[in-house]
T-cell receptor, first 113, second 107 residues
Framework: DGGITQSPKYLFRKEGQNVTLSCEQN?????MYWYRQDPGQGLRLIYY???????QKGDIAEGYSVSREKKESFPLTVTSAQKNPTAFYLC????????????FGPGTRLTVL | EDQVTQSPEALRLQEGESSSLNCSYT??????LFWYRQDPGKGPEFLFT???AGEEKEKERLKATLTKKESFLHITAPKPEDSATYLC????????FGAGTILRVKS
């Protein structure tokens, strides 16, 4: 079955730690995205990548970093510089980076202890 | 600046009671309007894409329509399993999401 997987489902972080969230897709999509979801707010774009070895900052990139070494993988690192990292993180992919429909993974809930 | 507003924030329906969810938008050059369903603790599930005013799409009890200023998601004779948060997103220069409408259907 084609789809998007995210791991882990739940992640706990101590203050001052960096953590990395995994996102893998086998849809052969070129574009991948990371969003953050907070209660009562729309999804906000953190980073996106339209092609391997290239990525762009979204609206709330501060305190986050990404890499795109393989077409299938787009990991997100939440660094200690992110002041309020507790949130639900969603990875998505689309066929290309234009107006194509984005398909989402199951999400990772990050909690800072 | 592109904006998306969904209303109501929450909606409670009895099973079989039809209703509509609204997505109002302002965007410079609409390149697509998207509806998603999201269950608690899960990722959004794609429902529909609409591209131009007058376009309509249907799936089971759901029907999405589009005008130049807003989109409606009509739910006909809803069942408890239709309970979820429904998200609307519009693409102009970038994709902008609304905050969603939480739908609860009681049996």
């Amino acid at each position: 079955d084609g789809g998007i997987t995210q791991s882990p489902k739940y992640l706990f972080r101590k203050e001052g730690q960096n953590v990395t969230l995994s996102c893998e897709q086998n849809l052969n999509h070129d574009a991948m995205y990371w969003y953050r979801q907070d209660p009562g707010q729309g999804l906000r774009l953190i980073y996106y990548s339209q092609i391997v070895n290239d990525f762009q900052k979204g609206d709330i990139a501060e305190g986050y970093s990404v890499s795109r070494e393989k077409k299938e993988s787009f990991p997100l690192t939440v660094t200690s510089a992110q002041k309020n990292p507790t949130a639900f993180y969603l990875c998505a992919s689309s066929l290309s980076g234009s107006a194509d429909t984005q398909y989402f993974g199951p999400g990772t809930r990050l909690t800072v202890l | 600046e592109d904006q998306v507003t969904q209303s109501p924030e929450a909606l409670r329906l009895q099973e079989g009671e039809s209703s509509s969810l609204n997505c109002s938008y302002t965007v410079s050059g609409l390149r697509g309007l998207f509806w998603y369903r999201q269950d608690p603790g899960k990722g959004p599930e794609f429902l529909f894409t609409l591209y131009s005013a007058g376009e309509e799409k249907e799936k089971e009890r759901l029907k999405a329509t589009l005008t130049k200023k807003e989109s409606f998601l009509h739910i006909t004779a809803p069942k408890p399993e239709d309970s979820a948060t429904y998200l609307c997103a519009v693409r102009g220069n970038k994709l902008v999401f609304g905050a969603g409408t939480i739908l609860r259907v009681k049996s």
